[in-house]
Every structure is written in C-alpha cells, then in structure tokens.
C-alpha cells in the first residue's frame, strides 16, 4: 500500500526549537557584552577627563580654586564628562567626574573617575 505512514516522529520540529533557543541565547550574550564594552569604553573616558581636568586645574591652583575649577569645567565639558567635584587646596587639585550612559536601562550606571595633580610629596631629587 501506498499511502501517508501512521505515525509522525515524535521529534518533528525539534530542530526548528533548538535553533531559535540557539540563536536568542547568542543574542543576549551580544546585548551583554555590548554593554560590557560600552562601560568599560566610559569609564575610560571617565578616568580620562578627570586626569586632563586636574592638570589644567593645577596650572591655575595660585589663581584661586574658582578660576582653576573654571578651567577644569572648560576641560571636562567637551569630553561628555560631568564634573562632580573640585577641590583646591594649597597646590593640589582634586577633580571627580561622571559620564553617562548614551541609553538609560536600568543596569547601566554612571562611570566615575577620580584624579590628582599638583606637586609630587615624598620625592627626594
């Protein structure tokens, strides 16, 4: 006799399944290091912004902690770095900064940098 079998496979589409769990696992694992890379790439910038800050604060620290701030917010600004702090005392300046993320999701915070310029202390020549 020639006609249709019985009975189906009992894995018919199993495959189908398999893959579409395959191919979703394989994008949250992009999504993940996407956001894994993003926040390494801020705080980065973070650390960055807060350095170069802290230098152009310290070559003003003599003329007062609001021009040496001034200058150390001229720095910061076009990096996308906020600052957060700024603090002068005698020589030294002492420069906090925040950037944030392009996308607001909830697990994405923002990366700080923190950074120090002024004379070197324990440093015999």
Known sequence: MN???ASTPADD???TVWAASAVAALLVLTVFAV????????????EAAADLAALAAAVHAADGEPVACAHALRVTEP??????ACRVTGWEVT????V??????PWSGA?????RAGPATGTEY
Request: net charge positive; no cysteine; glycine share 12%.
């Open 3 to 5: 006609g249709p079998p």
């Open 13 to 15: 589409g199993f495959a």
């Open 79 to 84: 990096m996308s770095a906020r600052m957060t």
């Open 100 to 105: 944030l993320p392009g996308v607001d999701l």
């Open 111 to 115: 990366a700080r940098g923190r950074a």
């Open 95 to 98: 420069i906090a900064v925040e």
């Open 35 to 46: 956001q894994l890379g993003a926040a390494v790439v801020r705080r980065h910038q973070a």
